[in-house]
């Protein structure tokens, strides 16, 4: 985020070393009143500015003095977040019946299909259909969750290295599409009568998975692409205003509507859960395939106007070299306290000073590639935090679902309540991005992002102190006491608190999401090298998958009666965690400075340098064989 009274900030926001083709849109539009001017200029094949009309940038004083703007997003962007929209909306309506299809039998009475006994049999009944219980659910659906937000990181590799970003998104929308087909027929009647449904629900998920590794690491960083701000710039309004475009504001806005998006999409689960309970689990995940459908729709037409970043060939090589002689020069230790004396063992000018040459056959990358591999990994270090944060946001797998199938439901299908986490997000998102934020930058406060992340955990922990006593609760008040949640068949095996306690649980990490997921996806975008943010970019994501694997070591342990602990644990990592981001990780609070226009355009880039030292050898030999 942008610091009132520092330097103007400029963003790594382009890939080189190949000529982009076709430019984002030329016009930006103030936040409030849609009546910024056109802006941008473009200088260069493979970099473009913004500038005030009269070629001005923000002063020191101008930078204590005036508050930022974002630009307006221009239909790529809104196409970019459609997409997601579409793409979320299947994911999460498909993987919500999940835990249900797997945990819970064939209710008795009802029609085979997963639905649940109509009238008065089925009013406390919850969807079922395999019957394998809560930690069998538990398992599967964390196996999904840790492929979803593991194989972002081969997707990522390909689409920075290979085939781009849009191109990577169209074949993971290919393969969903087979996914979404598959997915339907184990949730055929007959199919599950015939005890056949287990082993083609795991093909199908794990096909799904593949998908979504492939998307979602190249939707965000192709949304923020289509920005038309690269540099802090001075506006007047038609209102008479000065005012500042800044980039990183504008990259904090995309992306929080984006995460709206998200959970637009997200919000489709509610449609599922009442199609499982009330007809059955081949109407649910036969609905989120439908609406995919919308994403090929939206990639043909937002194609022409679509700013396509190109890919910028493996940077996996010269990554490995460089670790490679960094802890040839101090270790993993030395790597984690970093430091410039680490860093320096493996630049290039510090080899020529210390060693008198540069083999470059060996060391083929520049000064600058070292720092971007630094800066990189700054910001990865904050990600580590993250997992804890996603088990207090349901990260438990299907320990909250079975809490709630040991509560009142009333009716109600009992996972129908772990959609308030979307519906929250959706209310709160357009408060913060339209209210809140623009609220505190005219009284010249600008949050910063490690502000952002110690409030979400904060949010996260009250959250796991809610989720004690709500388990708690539930154990003195069920007839089956402390194993409420293991299939009591005392009375009529529920609690006498209602499903509708568990809101905060949901609500509250929720609202702690668009502090830090909605930061984590900004500081993988703004601080990543253009060569690495698909790949920077998914290690948030990956983020996910660790706090999947946490989940399945901990499994064993989350069963009856042990599982107020897990809350009271997890509510003292998260203060512990809020502590650290404003103290430990403050330095990623301050503006950096990664656009380099010779960088940008190639120069510099270390498959440059290497192809230069072929390019002479080869004139070398020619000149030999000549002479001889």
């Known amino acids: 985020m942008s610091q009132t009274g520092g330097p103007a900030i400029t963003v790594d926001f382009e890939s080189a070393p190949n000529d982009p083709k076709g430019l984002p849109p030329n016009n930006t539009i103030d936040e409030e009143k849609n009546a910024l001017a056109t802006v941008v200029s473009h200088h260069h094949a493979a970099s473009f500015h913004v500038k005030e009309a009269e070629g001005n940038e923000p002063t020191e004083e101008e930078l204590k003095t005036l508050r930022l703007v974002p630009a307006s997003m221009p239909w790529p962007a809104i196409a970019m977040c459609l997409i997601e929209f579409a793409e979320r909306a299947s994911y999460y309506g498909s993987s919500g019946p999940f835990s249900n299809f797997i945990r819970g039998p064939l209710p008795k009475g009802g029609n085979g299909a997963g639905a649940v006994a109509p009238g008065p049999e089925g009013y406390n009944e919850s969807a079922g259909a395999l019957g394998m219980g809560v930690q069998a659910a538990t398992a599967l659906t964390t196996l999904f969750t840790f492929l979803a937000y593991t194989v972002p990181i081969f997707g990522g590799i390909v689409a920075d290295t290979k085939w781009g970003r849009f191109k990577t998104i169209c074949v993971g929308t290919a393969v969903g599409a087979i996914a979404h087909v598959l997915l339907v027929i184990p949730a055929i009647p007959s199919v599950i009568a015939g005890g056949k449904a287990l082993a083609a629900f795991i093909i199908s998920i794990l096909i799904l998975a593949f998908a979504a590794g492939f998307i979602k690491p190249s939707l965000g960083p192709l949304l923020c692409d289509q920005s038309p701000v690269h540099h802090q710039v001075v506006k007047t309004l038609k209102s008479g205003e000065r005012v500042i475009l800044d980039p990183q504001t504008t990259v904090q806005r995309y992306l929080l509507i984006f995460y709206w998006a998200i959970n637009i999409g997200a919000f489709f689960a509610l449609a599922t859960s009442y199609a499982e309970r009330d007809v059955g689990f081949w109407l649910a995940y036969l609905l989120p395939g439908i609406v995919y459908m919308l994403m090929p729709i939206v990639l043909i037409l937002a194609y022409k106007g679509l700013y396509k970043a190109p890919p910028q060939g493996s940077v996996v090589l010269e990554c490995g070299r460089v670790f490679k002689r960094l802890l040839s020069h101090g270790g993993w230790k030395r790597m984690w306290k970093g430091g410039e004396d680490f860093w320096n063992h493996a630049k290039p000018t510090y080899i020529e000073k210390t060693e008198g040459s540069v083999d470059l056959k060996a060391v083929f990358w520049d000064d600058k590639f070292v720092d971007e591999i630094r800066e990189s990994i700054s910001a990865c270090k904050v990600f580590l935090l993250i997992p804890i944060f996603a088990l207090a946001d349901g990260g438990f797998g299907s320990t909250e679902n079975a809490m709630s199938a040991a509560m009142q439901v009333n009716g109600v ?16 998102a357009p408060i913060l991005n339209f209210g809140f934020y623009p609220l505190l930058r005219r009284f010249g406060i ?67 999401e668009l502090f830090v997921n909605v930061t984590s ?47 009271v644990a997890l509510a003292i990592a998260c203060a512990l965690c809020a502590i650290a981001f404003p103290t430990v990780f403050r330095h990623l609070n301050d503006p950096i400075d990664f656009q380099n226009i010779d960088r940008m355009e190639g120069k510099h880039q270390p498959l ?21």
């Not at 009856?560 to 809350?567: A, T």
Request: glycine share 6%.
């Open 413 to 428: 299908p009992n996972d129908v309540i772990g959609n308030f986490n979307a519906l929250t997000i959706v209310v709160v």
């Open 446 to 512: 600008n949050m910063k992002p490690m502000t952002r992340m110690s409030v979400g955990f904060i949010l996260a922990s009250i959250n796991m102190i809610i989720g004690a006593i709500l388990q708690w609760q539930v154990y003195t008040t069920s007839p089956c006491g402390y194993y409420a949640t293991s299939d009591c068949a005392i009375g009529d095996g529920v609690s006498t608190i209602s499903l509708w306690w568990q809101i905060p649980l949901y609500s509250l990490p929720a609202i702690g």
């Open 521 to 567: 996806y900004e500081i993988a975008y703004t601080r990543a090298p253009a060569r690495m943010k698909g790949l920077v970019y998914a290690c948030v994501l990956f983020t996910s998958a660790l706090s999947s694997a946490l989940t399945e070591i901990v499994n064993p342990a989350l069963v009856d009666p042990y599982l107020i602990w897990p809350y």
């Open 608 to 628: 440059v340098l290497h192809n230069h030292h072929s390019e002479t050898n080869g004139e070398e030999e020619k000149a030999e064989k000549a002479s001889t």
